[in-house]
């Protein structure tokens, strides 16, 4: 459900009036203005999250890379990910000097706590979870695995915008949220992202590196502002800002009945092959409902047929250029072979094979209710299912 289904006039009449207002477009406009939609968009996130410190980036990437650097992770040192996830926290970790070590699935939603151990090393700077889906999911026997080593855990949570994290990681040192609002995500700005940390020092760090290094004192101009360290501009612009505000209260509103939704018509589809068990409720931002079928076969099939009545379904391997590290061969032998032996990756490509993930866009809920519904009855009573792409 990406958010420009919900695009209307009032996209529109915030950008209209940033540029009435004089249309000062840059991020730290506010000194002259005497306010920032940047800063508005900000706090409105760290309202949502009850979050400590936010900062607003140009895009998801750049904010995975903004708290690496946070955390001070550099050349030598080794972050751990899961093998099935976005290509985008592999690239910030390599662009930081860093070696990703990558973790074998349990399901399309987390990471096999058993192989952690193996892929510890003294070299571990740092973790990610990848939030799929819509989904948010942190399994307790991983995240103490890292919290009983003081190793911070970047959450990447551009899939899954919305959903609920524990509150007392919000105010953890040692666990770090990162959005992206690409067109294609819940809230979209066109391009943008957003960090949030807790510590004041990781967000002074974060916050200088993404704008080129300086430390942003308030009420200094630009050109007095001391620098701290090397950094680089990843800074979000105001109409980012101006439109970020206007998506999310559009999707807070919508979002309760959506995780209802979207937990129902994953209860219809359960009883029509093996749903994929997944947390609770709160957890969920009502993005997609994804199933495990019994092959790759019938998830091939399935995909098919829903896609032929209007529905917008992916099986897993659809996205498999980008969103497993199996084919990311691009990245180096060394990335990836040492970490992720063939047996996993064989029995995990067969895993996201037999997988389909349906995307429910905003406004047509109803009729992709009944699409499934229609099919399930087929499936149930055993039909065939002749209208195919
Ligand atoms: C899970 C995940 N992480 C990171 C990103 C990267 O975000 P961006 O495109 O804003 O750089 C994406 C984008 O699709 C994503 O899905």
Redesign the pocket.
């Known amino acids: 459900m990406p958010g420009y289904d919900l695009f209307d006039r009032r996209e529109m009449e915030s950008l209209q009036r940033l540029f009435e207002e004089g249309g000062l477009l840059n991020r730290y406009a506010a000194q002259l203005r005497g306010r920032s939609y940047v800063e508005s968009f900000e706090a409105a996130i760290r309202q949502t999250y009850s979050f400590r410190q936010t900062l607003a980036v140009s ?4 904010a ?1 890379k903004c708290a690496l650097k946070a955390y001070r992770v550099g050349p030598g040192d080794e972050v751990i990910l899961p093998a099935f ?2 290509i ?2 592999a690239l910030a970790v390599l662009d930081v000097g860093a070696v990703p070590r990558f973790v074998p699935m349990r399901d399309p939603y987390t990471m096999d706590s058993r192989a952690l151990p193996r892929l510890l090393s003294g070299k571990t700077k740092a973790a990610c979870l ?1 939030h ?1 889906l819509g989904v948010f999911h942190a399994p307790p026997d991983v995240v103490d695995f890292f919290a009983g080593r003081d190793i911070p855990l970047i959450h ?1 949570m ?2 899954c915008f919305g959903s609920e994290i524990p509150p007392i990681w919000a105010a953890d040192r040692l666990h770090a949220f990162v959005f ?3 067109f ?1 995500k819940t809230i979209t700005t066109g ?3 957003m960090l949030a940390v807790a510590d004041p020092d990781l967000f002074q760090t974060a916050h200088a590196y993404s704008n080129m290094g300086h430390e942003n004192r308030p009420g200094l101009p630009k050109y007095l502002d001391p620098p701290l360290m090397p950094g680089i501009n990843f800074r979000m612009g105001e109409m980012e800002g101006c439109l970020g505000l206007v998506q999310l209260e559009k999707f807070l509103r919508l979002r309760s009945p959506r995780q209802k939704f979207v937990t129902e018509l994953e209860i219809l589809l359960s009883h029509a092959g093996a749903s994929i068990p997944r947390p609770a409720l709160a957890a969920v931002n009502g993005d997609y409902a994804t199933l495990e079928m019994a092959s790759a076969e019938e998830a091939e099939s399935a995909r098919r047929h829903l896609v032929s009545e209007g529905v917008e379904v992916r099986t897993l391997p659809n996205g498999l250029q980008w969103n497993w590290c199996g084919n990311w061969g691009h990245l180096g032998p060394d990335v990836l072979l040492s970490s992720y032996p063939k047996a996993d990756r064989d029995s995990d490509r067969a895993l996201l094979e037999r997988c389909i993930a349906v995307c429910v866009h905003f406004g047509k809920e109803e009729s992709c209710r009944q699409i499934l519904e229609r099919w399930r009855r087929a499936r149930t009573e055993g039909r065939s299912l002749n209208k195919t792409v």
């Open positions: 895009s998801g990437t750049a995975l996830g976005y985008a926290a990848i799929m990447d551009a899939q992206s609002f690409d294609n391009e943008g992202g």
